[in-house]
């Protein structure tokens, strides 16, 4: 199949979701063309079958803001004729469904390519119901061939408010196997906490929603009682504020901001802890992938965490905002190596038994043959 996929190339999960995709969709054979206006972070090495179409918008002095919608559009018709793309799957509705909708429309008489939206969160939660957006994100759904959110939860959330003509399949975010030399996450660790000391960790953008004031909340709870320390990836809006805290917190010498990382694997595999303590997430891809490197978490109780999230066995929640409660489990885990390790165990074993690359590649691969018929 030859497929067409768009995405933000920025850091976050629905770039990383949509990268992982086409690649693994492109080891599988498959032809995939990327659309963004930067190359997404996670491409960052030569795959076959992988094509990559910068989409520039052109400047003018009239443009106070650039139409990319539009830029987009056209390129992907003019890809999708070129290379017969059978399908266009965008990710993050907005504005990627219409355009891609467009660019249907403008080539229907040459050519049929079949659109696929995948909603991944704050496009439905937080963008989408702004009511500036409502009605073009319900229009973006709805001429869309095939549509899917990443949890039960995003579907439910996006039927509710949206009340779409089409139906939303849930196909959740998936991980995969990372080799990793234990030389290297050894060093990183003496490097990071030369004392022994147990690793809280953090990953996200930074945003408003990530809550990440909570997380240094909770560790300086956890220091009255246990040296520890708090590796941050990722950089976004709140990382000031977050500087700014932890000189506050008198802990400036025990929190690392690592800042936006390539490989963000080796430092999720050092954490004794991953902390999320979200206000909303609509999968929290960031705890599956702590998950998936045997790393227990502890995160808020919402959204579509609580299907990635279970209670004692793959780390402990608690409420929105709830820091006390976060800061007893993470202490708990701690102080108890033998909970610790059954913890590291069956989250391991829980992501990758329902959310392996090889049992969700093939789910969206059925979504397309389905479209063929
Ligand atoms: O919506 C955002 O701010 C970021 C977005 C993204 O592009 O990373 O995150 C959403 O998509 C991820 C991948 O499907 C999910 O793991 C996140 O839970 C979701 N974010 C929210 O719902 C806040």
Not at 88 to 116: C, F, G, K, N, W
Not at 122 to 151: H, K
Not at 180 to 202: D, F, S, T, W, Y
Not at 340 to 345: N, V, W
């Amino acid at each position: 199949m030859k497929i067409g996929i768009a995405c933000y190339p920025t850091y976050g999960g629905s770039g990383v979701v949509a990268t992982e995709l086409g690649k693994n969709l492109a080891r599988r054979g498959h032809e995939v063309h990327f659309f963004s206006y930067a190359l997404p972070y996670r491409l960052n090495e030569f795959l076959e079958n992988i094509f990559f179409h910068e989409v520039e918008v052109p400047q003018y002095p009239l443009f106070k803001y650039p139409p990319y919608a539009l830029s987009l559009a056209t390129k992907m018709a003019e890809i999708a004729v070129h290379e017969k793309l059978d399908f266009i799957h965008v990710h993050y509705a907005i504005p990627h469904a219409i355009s891609a909708y467009l660019s249907r429309e403008m080539i229907a008489d040459q050519h049929t390519v079949r659109i696929i939206t995948t909603l991944h969160g704050t496009d439905i939660t937080l963008v989408g119901v702004d009511p500036s957006f409502m009605r073009i994100t319900r229009f973006g759904i709805n001429r869309s061939d095939a549509v899917t959110a990443v949890s039960q939860f995003l579907k439910e959330e996006t039927e509710r408010t949206f009340e779409p003509k089409v139906p939303i399949h849930v196909i959740h975010n998936f991980i995969e196997e990372h080799p990793l030399q234990e030389q290297v996450c050894g060093h990183l660790k003496e490097r990071l906490a030369p004392h022994g000391e147990p690793i809280l960790v953090h990953l996200s953008n930074f945003r408003p929603v990530k809550r990440v004031l909570d997380v240094l909340e909770i560790a300086a709870r956890v220091r009255r009682k246990l040296a520890v320390k708090l590796l941050f990836i990722g950089d976004g809006p709140d990382r000031s504020l977050a500087e700014q805290k932890a000189r506050e917190l008198k802990m400036e010498q025990n929190v690392i901001f690592l800042g936006k990382q390539e490989n963000i694997y080796p430092f999720l595999t050092i954490g004794d802890v991953f902390i999320m303590p979200s206000a909303l997430e609509s999968f929290g891809l960031a705890a599956l992938e702590a998950m998936s490197c045997g790393v227990p978490c502890v995160t808020s109780r919402v959204g579509g965490l609580k299907e990635i999230m279970r209670d004692g066995i793959t780390g402990f929640t608690a409420e929105v905002g709830d820091v006390e409660t976060m800061s007893e489990h993470v202490l708990h885990i701690l102080q108890n190596p033998d909970l610790k390790q059954r913890l590291s165990r069956s989250a391991r074993e829980y992501a990758f038994d329902n959310f392996h690359v090889d049992r969700i590649i093939p789910q969206y691969l059925a979504l397309y043959e389905s479209l063929q018929s």
